[in-house]
Nanobody, 115 residues
Framework: QVQLVESGGGLVQPGGSLRLSCAASGSIFSTHVMSWYRRAPGKERDLVASSSSGGYINYADSAKGRFTISRDNANNTVYLQMNSLKPEDTGVYYC?????????WGQGTQVTVSS
């Protein structure tokens, strides 16, 4: 079992920044991928950024140049630094932990970008 706890969401004005955190605990395997997904209002849950234990990083086109995913392996925590936020970035952000045999989700944290 793996538990994921997200934090850092909130209300921010367009152009502002937020940093999301996801702390993982439990049976963390050395080979895994941790990702951030977003569910915008009325839409499917889409990948925002992912970071593998081997160092591979991937971003959605909408996140490139504005968002940065990073990890603190010692504390099993992954971060999503979001800059130059836009209203279309609004949604519930979910942390995901994936291995070849496991797939866990956090409870989500709300991000609202509005003036």
């Amino acid at each position: 079992q793996v538990q994921l706890v997200e934090s850092g969401g909130g209300l921010v004005q367009p152009g502002g920044s937020l940093r999301l955190s996801c702390a993982a605990s439990g049976s963390i395997f050395s080979t895994h991928v941790m990702s951030w997904y977003r569910r915008a209002p009325g839409k499917e849950r889409d990948l925002v950024a992912s970071s593998s234990s081997g160092g591979y990083i991937n971003y959605a086109d909408s996140a490139k140049g504005r968002f940065t995913i990073s990890r603190d392996n010692a504390n099993n925590t992954v971060y999503l630094q979001m800059n130059s936020l836009k209203p279309e970035d609004t949604g519930v952000y979910y942390c995901n932990y994936w291995t070849i045999s496991d797939d866990y989700w956090g409870q989500g944290t709300q991000v609202t970008v509005s003036s």
